[in-house]
């Protein structure tokens, strides 16, 4: 469980699941998601390895790796990958001012978490990952943000890349569905979300069961 460390995403033992989904995502978009698409002017990304693997570079979103953050910000929702957002947005949602009114809810930390939290999720954030799904909810906010915010904070479920992907789900799987409640409950669908596998072979909707496309 352990001679995975020159990959810098894969400090879990999870390799063969990665290696699989690196062959699976070969297939799909792929090249669509260049660096050159990332238009933010905001990246941080200068001290990581960007091409250690082909399939490094092409798997999903890599899995959390800091305990607190998994215990502090996993109890109401799932712990969210950081590679699900870019640095800018995690940095307006995880400050002490917006932590105090987070999304309707007090989700109020010490300074010293936040600080520990926020260097974490902005390290480790969509836009400077070198993973192809990454990659995507960056560009995709890229994009969100010009055209234009309903919430003063940032959402996922907001990104262009996640929209374009839920498109065909009607809300009585979703809202109406008592065992979901809403798109923020990734981990209900998506059996594989808290390891960041998203893939949407891996869907099963409460009530409903697998997705067929
Ligand atoms: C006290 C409960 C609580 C805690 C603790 C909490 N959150 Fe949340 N969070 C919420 C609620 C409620 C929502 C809105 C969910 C919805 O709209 O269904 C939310 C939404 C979010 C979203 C947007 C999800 C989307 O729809 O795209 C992000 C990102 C997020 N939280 C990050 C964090 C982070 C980072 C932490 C830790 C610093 C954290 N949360 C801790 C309650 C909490
Ligand atoms: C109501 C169930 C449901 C919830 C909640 C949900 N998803 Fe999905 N997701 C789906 C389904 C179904 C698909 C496949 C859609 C399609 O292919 O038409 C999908 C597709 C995806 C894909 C693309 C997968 C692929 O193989 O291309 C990503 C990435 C994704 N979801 C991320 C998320 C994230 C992140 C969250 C939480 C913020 C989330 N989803 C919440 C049902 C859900």
Known sequence: MQPTQRYRDMKTPKIALLITLGLLSLGGAGLAFSDDDDDDGDRHGSHHEKHGSWFGSRSDIAPNTNPTYTEECGSCHMAYQPGLLPAQSWAQIVNPAALANHYGDDASLSDALVLELSTYLTQNAA???????????????????????????????????????????????????????????????????????????RVKIPNFGAWED
């Not at 959402?155 to 929209?163: P, S």
């Not at 839920?166 to 809300?171: F, K, R, T, Y």
């Not at 008592?178 to 072979?201: I, K, L, M, T």
């Open 127 to 201: 836009d400077t990952s070198s993973r192809t799904r990454s990659r995507a909810f960056a560009v995709a906010s890229a994009d969100n943000a010009s055209g234009g915010q309903t919430e003063s904070l940032p959402r996922i479920t907001q990104t262009a890349y996640f929209l374009r992907k839920h498109d065909e789900i009607p809300a009585r799987m979703v809202t109406d569905n008592p065992d979901v409640g809403s798109f923020s409950q990734c981990n209900r669908c998506h059996q594989g979300a808290a390891d960041g596998d998203f893939n949407e072979h």
